[in-house]
Structures are given as C-alpha cells and as structure tokens.
Antibody, heavy 121, light 107 residues
Framework: EVQMLESGGGLVQPGGSLRLSCAAS????????MTWVRQAPGKGLEWVSG????????YYADSVKGRFTISRDNSKNSLYLRMNSLRAEDTAVYYC??????????????WGQGTLVTVSS | DIQMTQSPSTLSASVGDRVTITCRAS??????LAWYQQKPGKAPKLLIY???SLESGVPSRFSGSGSGTEFTLTISSLQPDDFATYYC?????????FGGGTKVEIK
C-alpha cells in the first residue's frame, strides 16, 4: 500500500526556517517524480516545487524560488523541503504528492495527509 | 506561467443532477490537464488525467473532455459523496498551476 507521511511543520517566526520531510512507502521512490503542494487556510491549491525521480532536476514556483529547496534521498525513501526566510504568506498545509506513472508527467495520484506550517510572531 | 481559470467558483446542485465545471487555460496545454476532488480536511484525490482519462477506481459518472485551452469536468448524476471542491491542474509546463477551485454544494 502506497503511503506518504509528512512531518516537520509547526509555528515559526517570520524570517525563520523549517525543514519538511515526507516518508514514502509501498513504492520505489526513485521511479517517480515528487512534488510539494500547499494550501493556505480556506484557499485553493498552490504548487510549490517538484523534483525528478533521480533528483537531477528541480522546479520551483516563483513565490518560493531562492528561499525553498527541494531534495530527496531515495535510499531513505524520503522527500524534503527546506524552507528559509519564511513569510506570513507561506502559512499553509503542505502536502507531498507522488507522480502517477513514472513518465515524468507531473500529475499526482497519491498525496500525504499534509503538515501545517504557521509563520507568525 | 499558464493561468487556469475555473467556473463557476460555487455550484449548488441536487442529487441526481448533471453537473459541469469548466477550466480555461491562458495558453494551450494540449491535453495535459488533470482534475482532482478535495473534501474538507483531506488531501486531493485524482479523478481525471490527460484531460479525459479516468483514474482507476473513480466512478464512471465522472468524465473529462477538452483540449487546448478549454476543458470540462462532468458528473453525470451527482451523488451525496460528490459534494466537494474540484480543481483542475495543468502539467504542460512549469510552473504547474491549479485552477481556483469549484465548490459543489447541496441545493
């Protein structure tokens, strides 16, 4: 059974940093591109970042470029999102999600339950 | 970036109704479009990919159509479990973008 479990969210002050983790199981992580998508309270979905199966290609939304870094450790079945210089507008539930079929088409069939990041003083 | 515009933003309907949601792209995405369903407090669920391909396990009352810049999601006969928010997502190019969502409410 495919499962993904995010962790690392919490309350952080503006300008602070957090590292989110996504532990994957039930599939071979290296076969699939992965992504982070966030959802601010009461708002819609916003794509944040994506990474290829091998990790050699990374992609970012303009809103986080230069502040967030996506990475993966396939040997540990884990995906990460390092978030620096956090702003109030980064407050959201952050989901990790798995590309559906390993074809490098970035649409997503399995999602984690999400982890809440709150940026506030 | 490709902008995705969904309409309507809210839709009131009754069980058994035929429901159509539209998603328009600011430039062509070919058929690289997915639809998701999200219920409160839950992660999104993939319904449709490549504009019209039904994800395994998704009821056949859901269907997708369109290409280029205009797409539709149709629910042929709305069921109680279908009251939720629906999002389109283009994966033609980075940055990936979602539509603003359509909330399907009970009339």
């Amino acid at each position: 059974e495919v499962q993904m479990l995010e962790s690392g969210g919490g309350l952080v002050q503006p300008g602070g940093s957090l590292r989110l983790s996504c532990a994957a199981s039930g599939f071979t992580l290296s076969t699939y591109a992965m992504t982070w998508v966030r959802q601010a309270p009461g708002k819609g979905l916003e794509w944040v970042s994506g990474i290829s199966g091998s990790g050699d290609r990374t992609y970012y939304a303009d809103s986080v470029k230069g502040r967030f870094t996506i990475s993966r450790d396939n040997s540990k079945n884990s995906l990460y999102l390092r978030m620096n210089s956090l702003r109030a507008e980064d407050t959201a539930v952050y989901y990790c999600a798995k590309e559906r079929d390993g074809s490098a088409y970035y649409f997503f069939d399995y999602w984690g339950q999400g982890t809440l990041v709150t940026v506030s003083s | 970036d490709i902008q995705m515009t969904q309409s309507p933003s809210t839709l009131s309907a009754s069980v058994g109704d035929r429901v159509t949601i539209t998603c328009r792209a600011s430039q062509s995405t070919s058929s690289w479009l997915a639809w998701y369903q999200q219920k409160p407090g839950k992660a999104p669920k993939l319904l449709i990919y490549k504009a019209s391909s039904l994800e395994s396990g998704v009821p056949s009352r859901f269907s997708g159509s369109g290409s280029g810049t205009e797409f539709t999601l149709t629910i042929s006969s709305l069921q109680p479990d279908d009251f939720a928010t629906y999002y389109c997502q283009q994966y033609s190019s980075f940055a990936l973008t979602f539509g603003g969502g359509t909330k399907v409410e009970i009339k």
